[in-house]
C-alpha cells in the first residue's frame, strides 16, 4: 500500500511508518536529531490531515462500485447449477483416461524390468563363457609343447618359457577379473579347482623361473618374470620370494654373534658387509626395475622395491633375532657406540635406496619402525641422568671447594657444572632422538647450581668474628713492631660453616665467567638442534636468558654478603679507636708521629680483597665492594672518634674547673713532666694521624677519598681536632 506524498518540508520519511520493525521511540528519538517536538507535532498533524483527506478520497472513487455489489450478484447461483453437470462429466473422461495411461505405464516397467533381469543374465553367461574360455586357453597353452618337448615349462628354453607364461599371466589376469565379478555362479564353483590348479602351477613356474632367472643372472628372464608377478598382480609375492632365495642365506651368513665379539670392531665390520649386499647381489634386480643408474627406462619393471621390501625386513629380522642384546642400555657407553654405529648403518643404506620415495617408503616400513623401537633411549637417558646429575649433585655436597691449579674455574661446583653442560652435548653422549631431554637436564643442572648458590647465600652464617674482649692497644702506638707482632686477627675466624672472602671472591668469578660462556654454549646447543631441523631457535635463547637472569640473581645476596662480611671484619678493629686515650693519659708518651696499630689490622681485609680479587673479578666490582665497606666503616668509625673526641674534650673541661678550683696545683695529667704538649692534645694528633692514614690507604687501594662517604666528613672532624691540639701545644 502506498501512502500519500506530503511535503518535502516533513521531518521524517513517509516510509518508515510502513516498515514491520516500526518503533514509536526510535521515530521520536530520530526526528528530535533534526527538529524540536513543537514542529515534530505540527508536521504530524499535517500528514494526518493528508491521510484523511486520501482515505475520503479513496472512498468517494470506488463508491459507486461498492452500492452496485449486491445487485450484479442476481442469478449468479442458477448460472452455478447450470456449469456442474457438465463439469462433473468431464471429471469422469479425465479420470477414466487417468487409470488407462497408469496401466500402460505399469506394463511398460514390467518389460523394462524383464529386459533389465535379461541383460543382467546375458552379461553374467558372456563372464562365465569368458571364464570357461580362458581356462581352456590357458590350458591349451600349457598342452601346447609338442612331443619332442616335455610338458614342463622348467625344460623349455628360458626365454621362451618367460614369453609362455607372460602370455598364460595376461589371460590369467583377465580369468581372475571374469571370475570376481561372477561370484556366486554355480558353474564358477565347478570350474574354480581348474582355476585353482592354473594358478599354482603359474605360481611354482614363476618362482621357478625367477629363482633361475637370478641365479644365472639372465635378465630377460627375470624381466619377464617379474613383468608377470606384475601382470597378475603378485609383485609382493615376488619381494617375499627374492627375501627368501636370496636375502636370508646371506644374513645367515653374515649375521653371527660370534663373529661380532670376536674383534672389537665386529659390529661395525658386519654393517659393512651387509651393505656390500645390495651392490653385489640386487644389481640384476637393480636394473631390471629401473633403481640401478645405467638401467633403460623404456624397459624396466616399474612398481617392485627390492630394497625395502626384501632386503630390509630380512636383515632387520636376522638382527633382532640373533643380536638381541645389542639393545641392552645397561652400559651407556657400550649402547652410545652400538647405537651410533647402527644408525649410521641405516644412514648409509637409505643411501642405497634408488629415490627419495623409496627412502620414505623404507620409513614407514614396520620393520623401520620395530628397530628403532628397539632401541631403549629413555632408559640411556636416565641412565645418563644419573651419571651426569649426580656427579654436579656430589660437587654440590662438597661445598665450595678450590678447584685444582689450572682449572678454567676457580669453584671445584663450577667445574663439575660446566663439565657436565658439555658433557650433556659431547660426541660421546648426546643421540639426536635425545636433544629435547638434554635441553631440558641443561636447564635442570644451571637451576641447581643457581639455587646451590642461593642457599650458600643465603643460610650460611656471615662470619663472625669471634667474640673476645677488646685488647689492649700496644704501649707504642707508633711502633712498627706494635703492627706486626699483634696475633693475624685479620685472618677470617668464626663458624665453620661461615664463608671466606676468597670463597666470596672465587663465587663472583665463577659467576661472571659462566655468564660469559653462555654463548659458548648457545652455540654448541645450535650446532646439535641444526642438524636435527630445528627452527625455533628463539625460545632456546630465551629459556637459556631466564637462566642467566636465575643465576644472576645470586650477585645482590652476594655483594652483600661480601659488604657485610668485610665490613665486621674491619670495623672490629676500628673500635680500638676508643682504646687510645688510655695510652696518653698519665703514661707521659712521646708525641705520636704515625698511625695506630690497629689501623693495619682494619685495613688487612681490604688489602686482602684487592689481592685475591685481581684477575679474577672486574675491577669496578672489586672497587664497588671497597666503596661499600668503606663506607659503612667510616661512619661507624666516626661515630667511634667522635664518642673519643666528645670525651676527651669532657675530660678537658673537667680538668679545668679542677685547675681553677685549685689555683696554683700542678696538674701533671694536663702538661707533661718538661712542659710539652697536653695528654689531650697527644690523643687529638694521634686520631687525626690514623684518619689521614685511612685516607692514605683508600687512594693506594685504588679509590679517592670522595668517593667514601661520610670521609669528608670524618677528615673535618679530625682536623678541628688537631687544630685545638696545636693550638693547646
Request: glycine fraction near 4%; hydrophobic fraction near 35%.
Amino acid at each position: 500500500m502506498n501512502l500519500p506524498k506530503g511535503p518535502d518540508s516533513l521531518c521524517f520519511d513517509k516510509d518508515v511508518l510502513m516498515k514491520d520493525d516500526f518503533d514509536v521511540d526510535q521515530f521520536v528519538a530520530d526526528c528530535r536529531k533534526q527538529v524540536q517536538l513543537e514542529e515534530m507535532k505540527e508536521d504530524l498533524e499535517l500528514y494526518n490531515k493528508l491521510l484523511k483527506t486520501a482515505m475520503v478520497e479513496l472512498i468517494n472513487k470506488d463508491y459507486a462500485d461498492f452500492v452496485n455489489l449486491s445487485t450484479n450478484l442476481v442469478g449468479m447461483d442458477k448460472a452455478l447449477s447450470q456449469l456442474s453437470v457438465p463439469l462433473g462429466q468431464l471429471r469422469e473422461e479425465v479420470m477414466s483416461l487417468r487409470s488407462c495411461v497408469s496401466e500402460v505405464i505399469q506394463a511398460i516397467d514390467n518389460q523394462l524390468s524383464k529386459q533389465e533381469d535379461l541383460q543382467k543374465k546375458k552379461v553374467c553367461v558372456l563372464r562365465l563363457i569368458q571364464v570357461v574360455r580362458s581356462v581352456e586357453k590357458i590350458e591349451k597353452i600349457l598342452n601346447s609343447q609338442n612331443s619332442k618337448e616335455s610338458n614342463s615349462l622348467e625344460t623349455s628354453s628360458p626365454l621362451l618359457a618367460g614369453q609362455i607364461l607372460e602370455r598364460i599371466a595376461t589371460e590369467f589376469n583377465q580369468l581372475q577379473f571374469h571370475a570376481v565379478q561372477s561370484k556366486g555362479m554355480p558353474l564358477l564353483d565347478k570350474v574354480r579347482p581348474r582355476i585353482a590348479g592354473i594358478t599354482s602351477m603359474l605360481q611354482q613356474s614363476l618362482e621357478g623361473l625367477l629363482i633361475e632367472g637370478l641365479q644365472t643372472s639372465n635378465v630377460d628372464m627375470v624381466r619377464h618374470c617379474l613383468r608377470t608377478y606384475a601382470t597378475i598382480d603378485k609383485t609382493r609375492d615376488a619381494e617375499a620370494l627374492v627375501g627368501q632365495v636370496l636375502v636370508k642365506p646371506y644374513m645367515d651368513q653374515v649375521i653371527v654373534e660370534e663373529m661380532i665379539k670376536s674383534t672389537p670392531n665386529g659390529l661395525q665390520l658386519m654393517y659393512s658387509r651387509l651393505l656390500e649386499f645390495v651392490p653385489h647381489h640386487c644389481r640384476l634386480l637393480k636394473e631390471v626395475t629401473g633403481s640401478g643408474i645405467s638401467s633403460d627406462k623404456a624397459d624396466t619393471v616399474p612398481g617392485y622395491d627390492f630394497l625395502v621390501n626384501s632386503v630390509w625386513p630380512e636383515l632387520i629380522s636376522g638382527i633382532e633375532e640373533r643380536l638381541s642384546y645389542l639393545f641392552n642400555p645397561g652400559n651407556p657407553d657400550i649402547f652410545f657406540e652400538r647405537y651410533s654405529v647402527s644408525m649410521e648403518f641405516v644412514r648409509k643404506f637409505e643411501r642405497q635406496c634408488s629415490s627419495q620415495a623409496s627412502v620414505k617408503r623404507l620409513r614407514v616400513h614396520p620393520s623401520y619402525t620395530s628397530f628403532h623401537n628397539k632401541w631403549n633411549l629413555p632408559v640411556y637417558f636416565q641412565l645418563r641422568y644419573k651419571e651426569i646429575a649426580g656427579s654436579l649433585e656430589v660437587a654440590v655436597n662438597d661445598g665450595l671447594v678450590a678447584a685444582p691449579a689450572g682449572s678454567s674455574y676457580h669453584l671445584q661446583v663450577t667445574v663439575v657444572l660446566w663439565s657436565c653442560l658439555v658433557r650433556c652435548w659431547s660426541d660421546q653422549v648426546y643421540l639426536s632422538p635425545l636433544a629435547h631431554r638434554f635441553w631440558k637436564l641443561s636447564l635442570q643442572l644451571y637451576s641447581r647450581y643457581a639455587k646451590f648458590l642461593e642457599e650458600v647465600l643465603t643460610k650460611s652464617p656471615t662470619p663472625e668474628v669471634t667474640k673476645e674482649p677488646a685488647r689492649p692497644l700496644p704501649s707504642s702506638a707508633s711502633s712498627t713492631s706494635s703492627r706486626t707482632s699483634m696475633e693475624e686477627t685479620g685472618s677470617e675466624s668464626g663458624s665453620p660453616t661461615s664463608l671466606s672472602t676468597k670463597q666470596l671472591v672465587f663465587i663472583a668469578a665463577d659467576i661472571q665467567k659462566l655468564q660469559e660462556q653462555l654463548p659458548k654454549m648457545l652455540e654448541m646447543v645450535r650446532l646439535r638442534l641444526d642438524a636435527i631441523g630445528f627452527k625455533n631457535f628463539a625460545i632456546v635463547e630465551e629459556a637459556l636468558a631466564d637462566s642467566k637472569t636465575c643465576l644472576s640473581h645470586s650477585i645482590p645476596t652476594l655483594n652483600t654478603k661480601m659488604t657485610q662480611h668485610l665490613t665486621e671484619r674491619c670495623c672490629r678493629f676500628l673500635k680500638s679507636a676508643s682504646e687510645v686515650p688510655r695510652l696518653y693519659r698519665r703514661t707521659n708518651k712521646e708525641v705520636p708521629a704515625r698511625a695506630s696499630a690497629y689501623m693495619d689490622n682494619a685495613l688487612r681485609p681490604l688489602h686482602q680483597l684487592v689481592i685475591d680479587a685481581t684477575g679474577l673479578v672486574t675491577p669496578a666490582t672489586a672497587h664497588e665492594w671497597l666503596r661499600i665497606v668503606l663506607s659503612d666503616c667510616t661512619q661507624k668509625y666516626y661515630e667511634t672518634i667522635s664518642e673519643v673526641l666528645s670525651s676527651v674534650r669532657k675530660m678537658e673541661e673537667s680538668l679545668k674547673r679542677l685547675k681553677q678550683a685549685r689555683k696554683g696545683a700542678t696538674m701533671s695529667t694536663t702538661t707533661g713532666s718538661n712542659g710539652g704538649p697536653s695528654d689531650d692534645s697527644k690523643i687529638r694528633l694521634q686520631l687525626a694521624l690514623d684518619v689521614e692514614y685511612l685516607g692514605e690507604q683508600i687512594v693506594k687501594m685504588g679509590l679517592q677519598p670522595s668517593d667514601v662517604s661520610m670521609f669528608s666528613t670524618l677528615m673535618e672532624l679530625v682536623k678541628e681536632a688537631r687544630e685545638l691540639a696545636e693550638h693547646n701545644q
